[in-house]
């Protein structure tokens, strides 16, 4: 599985934006998703997952901001980051995992990651 994540940048406190992961090979629809983000000297953190049937589970610091979603027609998967705030600043990346019951387990398969800044 490859992934390739898109659609940081720079943008306002407050603002929005849209991430996408698109995933090559044909096990996309039965994988679990989840975005992870880096900010900087930051340890590697869980912020969003995704079912293979769509069950979303979402951190507490971006409940009611963020929303995660899938494709399975165009093998993507989304983070909608709304009300975005300073501390949202990281590198985010996508992996494509499973879930053993409601525990996302990430696997060996990275997108190689997109940063978001928020200025203040």
């Known amino acids: 599985v490859q992934l390739q994540a898109s659609g940081g940048g720079l943008v306002q406190a407050g603002g929005s934006l849209r991430l996408s992961c698109a995933a090559s090979?044909?096990?996309?629809?039965?994988?679990?998703m989840g975005w992870y983000r880096q900010a900087p000297e930051e340890r590697r953190e869980l912020v969003a997952t995704?079912?293979?049937?769509?069950?979303?589970d979402y951190k507490d610091f971006v409940k009611g901001r963020f929303t995660i979603s899938r494709d399975n027609v165009k093998n993507t998967v989304y983070l909608q980051m709304n009300s975005l705030k300073p501390e949202d600043t990281a590198v985010y990346y996508c992996?494509?995992?499973?879930?053993?019951?409601?525990?996302?387990?990430?696997?060996?398969?990275w997108g190689q990651g997109t940063l978001v800044t928020v200025s203040s």
């Open positions: 992996n494509a995992g499973y879930h053993v019951g409601p525990y996302y387990h990430p696997s060996k398969y």
């Open positions: 090979g044909s096990t996309f629809s039965g994988a679990s």
């Open positions: 995704i079912s293979s049937s769509g069950t979303t």
